[in-house]
């Protein structure tokens, strides 16, 4: 089909006022299960919150760098919860040139990439995190056709009109109460905000006694 963004949003929106819900983005089973037996024996079984922190920049062929992430709010918000819910697990997700070496020293962040994995395992492991949060990006549209909390960053205001929405609206027509997007670029507080929103609001049920007890939290 014609890469036709105002048609395929228009056709999302009209099947969700015909129908009540969307079709959602899947991974292939045997991928599924390698997430739920990775999560267990090698992440310690922690809640999962993945990240995509976009950094064109830090690549060998930037473009748009002005949709780049604040990388210091990020670093910030990944050393709050570790003081505060030691449990949470960051998984940065994206290109390997794209995340910044430091994050990989801190006991929270695991990056799939640094270990040989690649953008199928990335999407899998998303599928079965606690939320999502990132840059306006390809990972960010596929959380977008899933049932995981997500909070999109820096969305760009062209893109309003083709998806149905104003600049401002809070979510997508189709989305859940705990799917967010927001129009500017992200800052400490808000990050930290979004993730205390949204990480209380629906833990997966397998994760929840991790979540109640943290000092039993394995690090990767």
Known sequence: MKNDYPLVHERINAFYARHGYVPKLVVP??????????????????????????????????????????????????DSVASLRPEALFVVVGGFQEWEHQLSLRPNVFIPRAYGLTLAHELALMKIASLFMGSSSGFATFATFTDTAYAIFNAEHAFAAAAGVKVGDRRFPFANGNQIISWHPETT???????????????????????????KAAAP
Do not use: K
């Not at 507080?189 to 397998?206: H, Q, T, V």
């Open 29 to 78: 089973r045997a991928l599924h299960e390698w997430a739920l037996r990775f999560h267990q024996s090698e992440l310690g079984g922690r809640p999962l919150v993945t990240v995509n922190v976009r950094q064109s920049s830090l690549t060998n062929f930037p473009v748009v760098t002005y949709r780049d992430s604040p990388l210091e709010c990020w670093q910030e918000l990944i």
């Open 189 to 215: 507080s808000e990050l930290i905000e979004r993730f205390e929103e949204l990480y209380r609001s629906n833990p997966p049920e397998m994760l929840r006694a991790i979540a109640a007890n943290p000092t």
